[in-house]
């Protein structure tokens, strides 16, 4: 079946440095990706929406000079948590979505750490 | 606006059947999903409908009505390992996924 990777799986950083943090597709291209941040006992919280070689299409609230991201290719989306703080903290999860494919598949999250 | 709705918690017995119901008001419908979540991991996919009817997969079976706006996963010979949470998500007319809130499933012996 489809396998998306996330990389890293835990990152701590200090509050005020960016964090990048990858999605990749492994066996089939992605041309859309979404990116969801999940804080505890609480449900997904979609951020955004990436179509390869276009810009991202974020959710209300979200700040998109905050959250970078980045869909150069069909394999490989990027979230950059810029200027981080610990409000921060919280378990982001990539998801792909590959040509007629209904099916999403998601990424093992990265549980991002702002001390 | 959209909006879905299931039960924020159900307690169960091992070897046990359970229904966990999600009704939804959505703009469009293209789907509905069933993915299972265990704590500090992301979902995985349980099943998918877009038609009426039951969809059977092993000890798990997903219903659904377009009609009623409802559906639910039905859990079979429940297992210690199935404690888990629950997310109903429906694909709306711009094929985005609305999410569930969840419903945090927990077995007892």
């Known amino acids: 079946g489809a396998v998306v990777s996330q990389h890293p799986s835990r990152v701590i950083c200090k509050s005020g440095t960016s964090v990048k943090i990858e999605c990749r597709s492994l066996?089939?291209?992605?041309?859309?990706m979404f990116w969801y941040r999940q804080f505890p006992k609480q449900s997904l919280m979609l951020m955004a929406t990436?179509?390869?070689?276009?810009?991202?299409?974020?959710e209300q609230g979200v700040e998109k000079d905050k959250f970078l991201i980045n869909h150069a290719s069909l394999t490989l989306s990027t979230l950059t948590v810029t200027s981080a703080h610990p409000e921060d903290s919280s378990f982001y999860i990539c998801s792909a979505r590959g040509g007629a494919d209904y099916e999403q598949y998601f990424g093992p999250g990265t549980r991002l750490t702002v001390t | 606006g959209q909006n879905i709705d299931q039960p924020t918690e159900m307690t169960a017995t091992e070897g046990a059947i359970v229904q966990i119901n999600c009704t939804y008001q959505?703009?469009?419908?293209?789907?509905l999903f069933w993915y299972q979540q265990h704590a500090g991991e992301a979902p995985t996919f349980l099943s998918y409908?877009?038609l009426d009817g039951l969809e059977e997969k092993g000890r798990f079976s997903s219903f659904l009505s377009r009609s009623k706006g409802y559906s639910y996963l039905l859990l079979k010979e429940l297992q210690m390992k199935d404690s888990a949470s629950y997310l109903c998500?429906?694909?709306?007319?711009?094929?985005?996924?609305?999410w569930g809130a969840g419903t945090k499933l927990i077995i007892k012996p």
């Open positions: 998500a429906v694909r709306d007319s711009n094929y985005q996924l609305i």
């Open positions: 959505t703009s469009g419908f293209n789907g």
């Open positions: 990436s179509n390869e070689g276009s810009k991202a299409t974020y």
């Open positions: 066996d089939f291209q992605a041309t859309t």
């Open positions: 409908n877009v």
